[in-house]
């Protein structure tokens, strides 16, 4: 006999194999009627986000599914000679993760081959580290990198190209902020991209100038990404090599799926080769860009959104479209609908302005909605979330009820009228971690820009689930989060509360916490539905995807105040174990 067993050794250490016991039925004490299994993991506290059987013991896969989900006993009615059988030993087991928004290549690259560094950094740390960078760069050639705090961009001016220029003179520079919305750039730069004092303003940005109309090095919002869009590109190795990086960590973080917040043609090939190779332990899917420059410009993003089943594979839906609305609310680029606190850089009663008018949103919603391509519009102010909103309402209105869920990404700040809206229109709002608990420079930033009270009373998260509305998690990694570890986030919405404080002490908008239960929906179903594959994904039935994660701890038996360091001691995606824990040395 030949039956394969797995179990889980002590916290802390991997799954290794064992040999079978006496215990272990043989091929003769399967009914005749049953299948044998492929794998079966036993002996866990398996949640499964299943109301209809919510906790089981054990689950049998076969052929990458779920074949059987319930109890030891039934389950090891599937074991048979050449069943792999791991003893989770009473670990907790769940579905695996989704995150909805992430930008992949701008982390992947940022780790692998920028001048990156943490935005914790002070400005003097900066320096040091683009001096470093410039030591090992020759003469001519672009330094980008990031992350620096928004906070140190503000309107007074705190940082400069000057700055830039003392550390590397010979080289141009390009660092994006904490909120990969902005750059600050060196004088170098500025020639590169043939910014001067003439150069207007491009629509959805700005060049930050000094008081005689000189440009200073710090790029708002569409000014930066228009000159990320000159910047020499990776080479499609890298980007497969950057890829096959992060879809490596999502893995040892438990996240089986996720959606590339802006994916132009390099990731998209990489993603199509990683797949075909068999390399991608993930479902991908790809947010295509609109109206918006980044690393191509607007034609090519026609063209990939024209042939976007070039770029179709089993795990990649190219059957996405990104919208930006507004910009961020430290650098006022946010559409809010009242004032921003005065500013004497702005007129007074200044509300932001939107990206585009709200007739031609509501066409190209209705257009993209007709064509089966979900929207995600990005929408900081509550006056954006709104026209996003009626965008939808619009399309629903001219096409019926298509069944696609176009979501508000970063939907925080937003008028009470609006909450019930989500459910209504069948909505997602996504919900970015990072944003819904006191972060140190963010809270300051936003603070200065709306004020306290719209700073601290914003993503409702309770109310949106009490009015129907299906919340999912988005991590926005790399901006400001510093790794797309979601159970930081998954803590935050049991605490409002900082997770990265050994002692966090402000709480934010406490009335809008939720229970273990909605935050593990949010982080699995949710997210299954947002990627359009909750039909095979997002929760552990029979005839689903064998997405599975198992845990160091017990969720439901911790206090909420250590969710954020829970490790993940194995992922399997369908049916195959593709992260286990090392072994402690």
């Not at 302005?353 to 102010?381: N, Y």
């Amino acid at each position: 006999m030949n039956t394969r067993h797995r179990y889980l050794v002590p916290l802390g250490m991997a799954l290794v194999g064992c040999q079978p016991t006496d215990e272990t039925p043989t091929n003769e004490a399967v009914s005749s009627s049953m299948a044998v299994a492929d794998r079966v993991l036993r002996n866990g506290a398996i949640y499964t986000v299943n109301d209809a059987l919510p906790w089981a013991d054990a689950v049998a896969i076969g052929d990458g599914r779920f074949v059987a989900v319930g109890s030891d006993d039934e389950i090891d009615e599937f074991i048979g000679e050449g069943t792999e059988v791991t003893d989770l030993q009473g670990r907790m087991a769940m579905p695996g993760i989704f995150d909805i928004h992430i930008h992949p290549v701008d982390g992947a690259m940022a780790a692998l081959y920028d001048c990156s560094f943490p935005f914790t950094f002070t400005v003097e740390e900066i320096l040091e580290h683009v001096a470093g960078c410039a030591a090992e760069t020759e003469a001519g050639e672009w330094i980008r990198g990031g992350q620096w705090a928004v906070g140190l961009a503000t309107l007074d001016q705190s940082i400069d190209a000057e700055l830039l220029d003392m550390v590397a003179p010979d080289n141009p520079v390009f660092l994006m902020d904490s909120t990969v919305h902005n750059a600050w750039v060196n004088s170098l730069a500025l020639d590169r991209l043939n910014i001067g004092p003439d150069t207007p303003d491009p629509a959805g940005g700005s060049i930050v100038r000094d008081s005689e109309g000189m440009p200073i090095g710090i790029l708002i919002d569409d000014a930066a990404y228009n000159a990320i869009s000159t910047l020499p590109d990776y080479s499609p190795e890298q980007y497969e090599e950057a890829l096959a990086w992060i879809v490596a960590m999502l893995n040892r973080y438990g996240v089986t799926g996720f959606k590339d917040a802006i994916a132009e043609a390099g990731a998209l090939t990489a993603y199509n080769a990683l797949d075909r190779s068999g390399r991608l332990n993930a479902r991908v899917a790809a947010s295509l860009i609109w109206k918006r420059a980044w690393i191509q410009g607007h034609e090519d993003h026609l063209l990939n959104i024209e042939q976007r089943d070039v770029y179709r594979s089993e795990r990649v839906d190219p059957d996405f479209i990104k919208i930006f609305l507004d910009g961020i609310a430290p650098s006022r680029t946010a559409y809010m609908l009242e004032p921003y606190l005065p500013h004497d850089a702005f007129p007074a009663d200044f509300r932001g302005e939107p990206l585009h008018d709200s007739a031609t949103l509501a066409e190209d919603v209705t257009h993209f909605d007709a064509q089966g391509l979900t929207v995600k519009m990005h929408a900081v102010g509550d006056g954006a979330l709104r026209q996003g909103l009626d965008a939808i309402e619009a399309a629903r209105a001219a096409n019926g009820p298509s069944g696609l869920r176009h979501e508000i990404s970063h939907a925080g700040i937003m008028h009470a009228d609006d909450i019930g809206r989500f459910g209504e229109l069948g909505a997602i709002p996504e919900l970015a971690p990072i944003l819904w608990y006191p972060v140190p420079g963010v809270v300051e930033a936003q603070t200065a820009a709306i004020g306290r009270e719209r700073a601290e009373f914003s993503f409702p998260i309770r109310s949106l689930v009490e009015s129907g509305a299906e919340p999912a998690f988005g991590s926005d990694w790399p901006a400001v989060v510093p790794t797309p570890n979601p159970w930081p986030g998954v803590e935050a919405l049991l605490t409002r509360q900082d997770p990265y404080l050994e002692d966090p002490q402000e709480t934010k908008w406490a009335e809008q916490a939720v229970d273990l239960e909605t935050a593990l929906e949010i982080v699995t179903i949710n997210g299954a539905r947002a990627l359009k594959v909750e039909d095979i994904a997002g929760s552990i039935e029979v005839g689903k995807s064998a997405d599975l994660i198992v845990l160091d701890r017990n969720l439901f038996e911790i206090p909420a105040s250590d969710i954020a360091d829970t490790q993940v001691l194995a992922t399997i995606f369908e049916g195959n174990t593709v992260y286990e824990l090392s072994p402690e040395p």
